[in-house]
Nanobody, 123 residues
Framework: QVDLVESGGGLVQAGGSLRLSCAASGRTLSGYGMGWFRQTPGSERKFLATINGGGTSTHYEDSVRGRFTISRDDAKNTVYLQMNSLRPTDTARYYC????????????????WGQGTQVTVSS
């Protein structure tokens, strides 16, 4: 059993930056694809970014490409999401998740999820 714990969320002004972390315990993340998603009340969970097990391939949703960067440090068993140029529309609860696929934007293919961390961007 692996647990994922997100951290790094908070309140930030528009244009600011945050770095989210997703720390795993109970299993190594090495070799597994990882993804970041976000969700607002009443909406479905939306894909943001994904990285393959080796950290050599990434894929982003169009609205965050160029602003967000996903990375991983398998020695620390942690995945990160660097978020720059934040907008009020980025306000949401952010989740990391693990997939057995190499890389995927489909939340249905992720089977371990963290509890999320709240990001609020003020205008």
């Amino acid at each position: 059993q692996v647990d994922l714990v997100e951290s790094g969320g908070g309140l930030v002004q528009a244009g600011g930056s945050l770095r989210l972390s997703c720390a795993a315990s109970g299993r190594t993340l090495s070799g597994y694809g990882m993804g970041w998603f976000r969700q607002t009340p009443g909406s479905e969970r939306k894909f943001l970014a994904t990285i393959n097990g080796g950290g050599t391939s990434t894929h982003y949703e169009d609205s965050v490409r160029g602003r967000f960067t996903i990375s991983r440090d398998d020695a620390k068993n942690t995945v990160y999401l660097q978020m720059n140029s934040l907008r009020p529309t980025d306000t949401a609860r952010y989740y990391c998740a693990l997939t057995s696929y190499t890389i995927s934007s489909d939340p249905e293919l992720y089977y371990i999820w963290g509890q999320g961390t709240q990001v609020t961007v003020s205008s």
